[in-house]
């Protein structure tokens, strides 16, 4: 959370309901809360220690008070005192919470407005015991001296920071100006540095980058944006300089889950990549998509809807602001790590922060040769590790590794026996692949995209065979790879053997390669050449969304091919239209148009013979999406053409098919 001037919430009257004894025994309480708070411990312990301090002999007074009077009533100014103090209170327990739960480094960046705001907290207690009414309410000499006390202890209070601190944050300005300059910083500096901010391992630098993003999506002032987009860069160098080898191991001892295992709800998922949406937009239909997963559908030369199949009005998107929000929630309830897409205003696609964009090139250039140098597969993977980790962060990150030859490195590694290692390698060039630069070097450095295939066909786990299948996903994005990707048979197979046998997870990775690869006509030849309506047929049984889908996009560019192939399965669209989610309702629909505009009167018969299918029509007609309900009509003008003989069969045909529900042909569809 933001520490600044305006943390604390404003002044207003509490109003007390009961006994002044009431009033005072709930500010005793609140008292109590807050001298009982830990100083702040890395920054700034000296103003938060003298104010918890004062906190504290507040205690006292208050429990003399308790304890020594028989509290019936006090003067109208004594209760105003109290009021005013459990504000008070209220307000210095929430600006030591925010500081101890705020980014380290932005804190000791910001100390000196801090260090005002407990000096102003300090005043307003001073202030509120000079106008407490001590000779009115006739208290006792112990009290007294008391209230005395505090008055001067409140009189020593000044706004000054501790030397240690102000040395601190100019170490660390220094640092920032080296890495700046393109001077690596000392090690050991860095690593005195960070052990004073208590930022000793891994997992609490992880955390410190965490909270850093967060704050520059809440920080409307662009000077303070880019000084923590500078201490992102530095907290990442370091934590790969001083700690990144024990990276792999501690990650794993956290409590952090994967949105992979577990059960994303459909809102959040992306209907493209079906995975979370990070940056929910919304295009010119009102569907909403991950920012990644249209912008690389529309930059691919695509004018209409995914999701839909409607022309597009225009490319603009606009943030779906309330749906992240929700995203957002459920990913911190569920403890997964929430990624946005960017920390900063960028140019094609790169951040323009100069501080940060040295840090990385120096992040990178340490991992590749600590890479390189490894004697060991273990110690080889702990840094691949952090390289996939640097590469999923920003388009900088990726650049970068890039630039900086990454991809021939990573090659070396898509090979290993090490199965972890093998995983990191190739989910390193498939966040590499996000980047639409890095698409060219990853389709011309030599040895990558075969390499990727090999781990796509005989990876040693299937997060590896789903990562290459991802990975052929974002290449197929490029026109002209998508073509030549879709030539390759191995692609192909690959991915046709992972959506048939692979787990949930690497299904939907191929699916959605296959999806892309179908926009080909040339490639729809080969994928029905090796059964991609069997496996869509199959595929349906769990995952009916996708795998309708997939037969949609087949079906569309396929012909007659497609069509034929097609006509086993129409009995089982039927049923996902019916029991379908909108989504798979919506393809199912919209797939028998295209089967039976094509298909003909065979095709239509066989649908006109699934009893009740006119009433499941209508339903979908009724409570479908637009597409579908527009889909439904279509089909049901078609149904009632063929029974009106337009389609060269008599009306008594399908009053016979219509009739013959009780027959072994028949497919009843559940009530």
Known sequence: MAVSPDTLPPKKKREFIGTDERLLRSLLVRSRETCSLNPI????????????????LLTLLLEDLVVDRDVRSFPASAVLCFEELFILLHNVKTLIEDCKSTSKLWLLIQQQTVANKFYELTLELSTLIDIFPVKEMNLCLDVEETVNLIRKQCSKTDATVDERDINLKHDVLHKLDNIKREIVPQQSKLKEIFTRLQLNDSISCTDEIQILEEEVRNQEDEKSKADIVSLIGLVRYAKCVLYGESSPRIVRRRKFSSSADLTIPADFRCPISLDLMRDPVVVSTGQTYDRASITLWIESGHTTCPKTGQTLAHTETIPNLALRNLIVMWCREHRIPFESTEVKENVNGVTTNKTLIEATKMTVSFLLQKAKAS????????????????????????????????????????????PNLQVNAVTTILNLSILEANKIKIMETDGVLNGVIEVLRTGATWEAKGNAAATIFSLTGVHAYRKKLGRKTRVIKGLMELAKNGPIGSKRDALVAILNLAGDRETVGKLLEVGVVEMASEVMDGLPEEGVTVLEAVVKKGGMAAITASFNVIRKLAMILRDGTERAQESAAAT??????????????????????????????????????RKAATLLRILRRWAAGLYGSPTAAYAAASASSTTATAVVLPG
């Open 41 to 56: 411990p890395f920054v700034l312990y000296r103003n938060s220690n003298s104010i918890i301090r004062k906190t504290k």
């Open 375 to 418: 004697q060991s597969l273990e110690m080889a993977n702990r840094f691949v590790s952090e390289l996939r980790a640097l590469a999923k962060t920003d388009s900088n990150s990726r650049a970068c590794i890039a630039e900086a030859d990454g991809l021939p490195l990573l090659v070396k590694f898509l090979g290993s026996e090490h």
């Open 592 to 629: 028998l148009v295209n089967i039976c505009r094509k298909g003909g009167l065979e095709i239509v018969s066989e649908l006109a013979a699934i009893p009740g299918i006119e009433r499941v029509i209508w339903e979908v007609m009724g409570m479908g999406t637009g597409r579908g309900r």
